[in-house]
């Protein structure tokens, strides 16, 4: 590894102090440093989430200390090339060929990335760089889009945290009618166990322009625990398209917190897929904004939890514009002494008629000290709409497990079969093999037996 | 080769077989009649291993073996098959995975005993692949067959023919076919009859558990048995099953009743 990774030395826990040194190590304009020290004070005006909040009734957060992380990591060194971050990404989502993409973002610990972007596709007027540079480079667009809309600041205590503190991720920018069929990729690893990473993806698609985007999140495991905050904001404009792909893989010693909004604008499209493998605690938020009318918004997720990992999702689907339609389907597995809770809530505003709802929450339990909860919810005030959503735990069957082990299968590869059989309805909606083949890889990892 | 002796089974504490004795040689064809709920599914089932069955008392030893311990799969990857009655349907497995599963896991552990001490061959993907194209020909599939799931939307007879298709492809010693000519066309039945013909061969047992006598116009059993009330209660040859279907069973029931 080229780079050395020292937590920030005479800085612990949040404070106003870290907000203005990281802004300083930064050299960043006045009107970042501004409006991070502006976040800060919302973040210090919000109380802090408690079991008594609806969305945090069945979230512990009694064992985690903010005061204990470094704020963000110093990492001296830029990445100067990909095969010096390589091994890292073992095993994970690898960085895929070169010619199968149109750019890439690899950033660690927050610092100094590593940034490709295919010439033809820039000369089409693409942005995508990194979010540091990002506000050097096209300041008008980061401050009309930076959490001002998808994610607002004042969203939640840890969103106010993260705008006071984010440190790196992508910015993905698609001119009108440009339309890139390649994945624009983007790594957040993390390194220094104890240091805090904040990521932020932003990605704003023009009216008619079509992008597709794969961000994933990893670090080794280690024994001090670490902080990740995640922020995705996706702008899907009129008429426009976006295929949206997240892959979770921290270390097992992660507390991950991750909010997503997605607004999508008249006759816009946006598939979007939510992986989550790593961390030992993580609380996704996840939500659509159907905006305009006749939007589409496919929102799919694939959780397996093992060891004693917590996995916390919300998804919301908040029909706001009439004929749109949203299409949901989480499925999860827990094995071990590993727990999950998924919340869903399909909201249909006033006046949002003829919306298409449609949610479904499908756990498979593999052990008995593993458990899943699952609550959905719906919230309709139009009265010509169809919404249709499901719920269900169960455990692999045996008559399964029997059929397979007559026909000479040991258990453990039948009980393989099953669960891979289990996800394998999310996998073949996403029509794109690579990803297909790292869910199934993955998930045969997680099965192991 | 197989055989079953004094063999009591239970499902939830009730005792569904009560004291089946049944011996089949290499190379015979076997059937099994016998009215609904006289156990003919439980002893499929229990030879298989199903675990919601307790053995209470008796034995079946194949090739010597006592198989009772033996897990289900032990079982398969000896050389014994069920054709079940009702295929369990198993969402997002296809079959080509699940049967290259299978074949692989069957085959190897035949290859190992074969070789005793010495370099067991085992089958490569691409020899998977040729063989289950040239079974499902046999058997009148189409190819994309091996890309649905297992069983998921399958009609009664996609579902039997998927049983054979299994069977031609483990090659069992020992074969168990468990109503598999209930729900057929005329025209699928003599498919998979034609398929078991072409599989039974002098190294297999084979036992055909059939209500009707339709299929044995297809499959000419050696043997034919009568199961009532979880015994067998009469044995010969294939004249019984004439005899049967001319009679019925309420008819076989008084009699042996009688003698009883
Ligand atoms: N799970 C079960 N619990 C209790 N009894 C059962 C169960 N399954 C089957 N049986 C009973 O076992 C008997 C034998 O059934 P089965 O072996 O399926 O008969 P066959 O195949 O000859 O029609 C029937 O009386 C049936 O009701
Ligand atoms: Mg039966």
Known sequence: MEATATKSP?????????????????????WVRESRLAAWETYESLPMPTRS??????????????????????????????????STSEGAFAFGEADQRAGIVVSRDGGAPYVELDPAVAAQGVIFTDLNTAVHEHPDLVQQHFMTRAVPVDFGKFEALHAAMWQGGAFLYVPKGVQVELPFRSFALGETAGASIFTHSLIVIEEGAEAFFVDAFQSETADEASFASA?????????????????????????????????????????????????????????????????????????FGDGDQFFDHHTWQLHESPLA???????????????????????????????????????????????ADTIPNLEIEANDVRCTHGATVSQVEDEHLFYLMARGIPKSEAQKLIVEGFFRPVIDRIPVEEIQDFLQAAIARKVGY | ????????????????????????????????????????????????????????????????????????????????????????????????????????????????????????????????????????????????????????????????????LQMALLEPTMAILDETDSGLDIDALRVVSEGVNALANDEMGVLLITHYQRLLNHIKPHFVHIMMDGRVVQSGGPELAHELEAKGYEKLRAEVAATA
């Open chain 1, 10 to 30: 005479d800085l612990t826990g949040f404070s106003r102090e870290a907000v203005e040194a990281l802004s300083r190590s930064r050299n960043e304009p006045d």
């Open chain 1, 53 to 86: 909040d609806e969305e945090w009734r069945r979230t512990d957060l009694r064992r985690l200390k903010l005061d204990r992380f470094a704020p963000y990591a110093d990492l001296d060194g830029t990445i100067t090339d990909l095969a010096s971050v390589a």
């Open chain 1, 231 to 303: 922020v995705v904001e996706l702008d899907i404009a009129d008429n426009a398209n976006l295929r949206y792909v997240q892959v979770q893989d921290w270390g097992r010693n992660v507390w991950s917190f991750m909010t997503e909004r997605a607004i999508l604008g008249r006759d816009a499209e946006m598939k979007n897929l939510q992986v989550t493998l790593g961390s030992k605690f993580s609380k996704n938020s996840v939500g659509s904004h159907l905006r305009g009318e006749n939007a589409l918004a496919e929102m799919l997720g694939i959780f």
């Open chain 1, 325 to 371: 339609t949203s299409d949901l389907e989480y499925k999860g597995a827990l094995k071990e002494k590993s727990r999950s809770v998924y919340s869903g809530l399909i909201k249909v505003y006033e006046g949002a008629q003829r919306t298409d709802a449609y949610q479904q929450n499908r756990n498979l339990v593999l052990s008995r000290t593993a458990r």
């Open chain 2, 1 to 164: 080769m197989f055989e079953i002796t004094n063999l009591h089974a239970s499902i939830e504490d009730t005792e569904i077989l009560k004291g089946v004795d049944l011996t089949i040689h290499k190379g015979e064809i076997h059937a099994l009649m016998g009215p609904n709920g006289s156990g003919k599914s439980t002893l499929a089932n229990v030879i298989a291993g199903h675990p919601a069955y307790e053995v209470t008392e008796g034995t079946i030893l194949f090739n010597g073996e006592d198989i009772l311990e033996m897990e289900p799969d032990e079982r398969a990857q000896l050389g014994i098959f069920l054709a079940f009655q009702y295929p369990t349907v198993i969402p997002g497995v296809s079959m080509a995975n699940f049967l290259r599963m299978a074949v692989t896991n069957v085959r190897n552990a035949r290859a190992e005993r074969e070789a005793g001490d010495g370099e067991a061959k085992k089958m490569t993907p691409r020899e998977f692949r040729k063989l289950m194209r040239e079974k499902m020909q046999v058997l009148h599939m189409d190819e994309s067959f091996a890309t649905r799931y297992l069983n998921e939307g399958f009609s009664g007879g996609e579902k039997k023919r998927a049983e054979i």
